[in-house]
């Protein structure tokens, strides 16, 4: 029997099919597709995992022994490690590193720290040369905690460099950059070296050490995405972030401090004009488009609302050692649930520290997948590939 549907309603069942054609023609991101993902996603629609002091290695076991037998669990904090950035790249994933920069505008400030002469750490007189040599170097703690995979600014933003020139196809990476100069004071058997102090007068030569390894092409700048707009934020708040097809095979740079060397990074140009590094200034600030929000569990609210803004967010899935040693997973769950599209964490591999606490992104197997908050509909991590 041949069902011969009224007009109107045969209408009415094409309107909805129409209308999505109609829709798709006047914005072709207005459905999401394998095809058309990278086209259509933007750097602040996907989340991916990053480490925190991406650069350190375990203290010698000889110093931990000393600091923890001058005070139980001196050393607890700073007992942790992460492999070389490239295997961090390459093996694990990470899409995002933090590195911190101390200047030594003459060489030698951190060539002899306290901690490796007490316990004649033989790696002192293997990196003299380097240590020795003026320019900025990254370590977590002056005389404390100074083993790094890599000893300087420009060491780690080549390796990071080489690795991405030859894989041209990865999704953006995020590094990172404390500033440090703070001074310590001096307790148990250290006696702290005292940083030179980082200012107005000297804090880019942050840029200048990255225009030394990158060529321009390969970083997203501020000017990349302010384009021709008055302001960094009113560019992010109304055209949003570079697309994926714009990003790949590129980094990007954030200046992790706020206060004092906020003020004296922003003091040539309120908009960052001519600068290498994004910011994390207060949301609706001219210079506003990254924002650094490390306690999830107190502003988890707040990072949800800033990424359906869109604006770039990083946050942390765990503090010192407390989640490796207990295995709560209260902050890592929120900080995956927020909307950040950087999750930072110690351990992007199992804890060796007694519980088996470890950092994945959940619902793929890939190295990024659709941001839970910001991501448009339709969004498949599937086709987040490299």
Not at 2 to 9: C, N, R, T
Not at 124 to 142: E, T, Y
Not at 240 to 263: C, E, I, M, Y
Request: include cysteine; hydrophobic fraction near 40%.
């Amino acid at each position: 029997m041949k069902i011969v549907l009224p007009a109107l309603l045969a209408g009415s069942l094409l309107l909805p099919l129409l209308s999505v054609t109609l829709a798709a023609e006047a914005d072709p991101c207005a459905v999401i597709t394998a095809n058309n993902a990278d086209q259509c996603l933007h750097l602040n629609h996907v989340q991916v995992l990053g480490t925190h002091n991406s650069y350190k290695r375990f203290p010698p076991p000889a110093l931990i022994t000393l600091l923890n037998d001058f005070r139980a669990g001196w050393a607890d904090d700073i007992s942790y490690q992460h492999r070389p950035l490239p295997e961090q790249l390459e093996l694990l994933g990470i899409r995002q590193f933090e590195l911190d920069v101390f200047a030594d505008a003459d060489g030698g400030l951190y060539s002899q720290p306290a901690g490796g002469l007490l316990i004649d750490d033989p790696e002192l007189a293997h990196n003299r040369a380097v240590m020795d040599a003026p320019g900025l170097k990254v370590l977590h703690s002056q005389d404390l905690d100074y083993r790094t995979t890599c000893l300087t600014l420009i060491a780690c933003l080549t390796e990071i460099r080489d690795w991405s020139a030859q894989n041209p196809s990865h999704l953006p990476i995020m590094i990172m950059l404390e500033l440090k100069d703070g001074a310590r004071q001096d307790w148990g058997p250290l006696t702290y070296t005292t940083p030179q102090i980082i200012d107005a007068d000297n804090i880019f030569t942050v840029d200048e050490e990255i225009w030394q390894v990158f060529d321009r092409q390969h970083v997203i700048t501020p000017d990349d995405v302010r384009g021709d707009y008055e302001s960094l934020n009113a560019a992010v708040m109304d055209r949003g972030w570079p697309t994926l097809a714009q990003s790949r095979g590129k980094v990007l740079f954030a200046l992790d401090n706020t206060g004092r060397h906020l003020s004296d990074y922003l003091s040539r140009s309120a908009v960052l004009s001519e600068r290498a590094l994004f910011v994390s200034a207060e949301p609706g600030h001219p210079a506003s488009g990254f924002l650094k929000m490390n306690n999830v569990i107190a502003d988890g609210e707040a990072i949800r609302t800033f990424a359906s803004q869109g604006y770039l967010i990083r946050t942390r899935s765990d503090v010192p050692s407390h989640e490796a040693r207990t295995g709560d997973t209260t902050r890592r769950d929120l900080a995956l649930a927020s909307g950040a599209q950087y999750i930072s964490t110690d351990y992007a591999e199992p804890s060796p520290l007694g519980s088996d606490y470890q950092v994945m992104l959940p619902g793929t197997e890939g190295i990024a997948r659709c941001n839970p908050v910001s991501a448009p509909p339709g969004c498949d991590s599937d086709w987040l590939t490299e």
